[in-house]
């Protein structure tokens, strides 16, 4: 059964980093198209980065410059590289799959895929 594992979350200062790594069963890391999503507290769940195989990556335009997507074939992982995290990053951050990926323009909709994690929670503090 497809199997998304989010870790690395966790508490740190304004201006820290952190990496989040999703973990995938076989069947689900082999989606093409993989992407991070968070959901602050009151808020609607938001797209932060995308992943495609053949596309290259989609960032959100609040975390561009400082976010990376990134996957490690080797280690069936994916990952998002967090730098210079500021006081609104704080969320649940949650792994996405697609059985088929996402259309023209729609990296960061999560009407688009189909498989999710549990989510880590990120707090960023002052």
């Known amino acids: 059964q497809a199997q998304l594992v989010e870790s690395g979350g966790g508490s740190v200062q304004a201006g820290g980093s952190l990496r989040l790594s999703c973990g995938a069963s076989?069947?689900?890391?082999?989606?093409?198209?993989m992407a991070w999503f968070r959901q602050a507290p009151g808020k609607e769940r938001e797209g932060v980065a995308s992943?495609?195989?053949?596309?290259?990556?989609t960032y959100a335009d609040s975390v561009k410059g400082r976010f990376t997507i990134s996957k490690d074939n080797g280690k069936s992982t994916l990952y998002l590289q967090m730098n210079n995290l500021k006081l609104e990053d704080t969320a649940v951050y949650y792994c996405?799959?697609?059985?088929?990926?996402?259309?023209?323009?729609?990296?960061?909709?999560?009407?688009?895929?189909?498989?999710w994690g549990q989510g880590t929670q990120v707090t960023v503090s002052s």
């Open positions: 076989t069947y689900a890391y082999g989606r093409h198209c």
């Open positions: 992943f495609t195989t053949y596309n290259g990556n």
């Open positions: 996405a799959a697609a059985d088929y990926c996402p259309r023209r323009g729609r990296a960061l909709d999560q009407a688009e895929y189909n498989l």
